[in-house]
């Protein structure tokens, strides 16, 4: 019995040896591509990779209010006259779309602990929240979300990398 079952596998591999035998190269060679098809026209809309930037998207935020984010000292979450007047900006390009809802994200730098750059990051965000409501944004529009710092806009441990960290973004949701 094992001489015929090592026989049976000896004999199958060895069909599967012969049955790969060496490849040959193609008789003829497929055409050179030619031209590439005309993409559809879409009115400006979309970018390269298929992101929306026309009106109501986040590119036409950023392009429109001159920024999508408010940036903060070291442990703070004030908003100096630079922000207000950056989110005074959101609010009126929100007041032309009240169909767009937005996540006011929260950031912080990579200095302090998890927990309180989450605490800071919410804290941060609210504020952004809070002061778009003054302005007259719906708050049932606007959510929050705290990344603290593990969502660092810069990498680096200096100054210059911490200032852009400490952020709050606002974000189109579609």
Known sequence: MKRTLALALLASGALALSACGQKRAPESLPPEPGPQAPV??????????????????????????????????FDS????????????????????????????????????????????????????KN????LGVATTRMSVVSYGKERPEALGSDEQSWAQNRRAVTMVIR
Request: no cysteine; hydrophobic share 35%.
């Open 77 to 128: 979450y004030g908003l100096d006259d630079t922000d207000r007047a950056t989110l005074t900006r959101q609010a009126s390009w929100l007041a032309q779309y009240p169909n767009v809802n937005v996540t006011i994200e929260g950031h912080a730098d990579e200095r302090g602990t998890r927990d309180y750059n989450l605490a800071l990051g919410e804290r941060r965000a609210n504020a952004a």
């Open 40 to 73: 559809a026209a879409n009115n400006g809309d979309y970018d390269a990779n298929g992101n929306y930037i026309g009106p109501g998207s986040q590119a036409d935020l950023r392009r429109t209010a001159g920024s999508d984010r408010v940036f903060f000292d």
């Open 131 to 134: 002061f778009l409501a003054s």
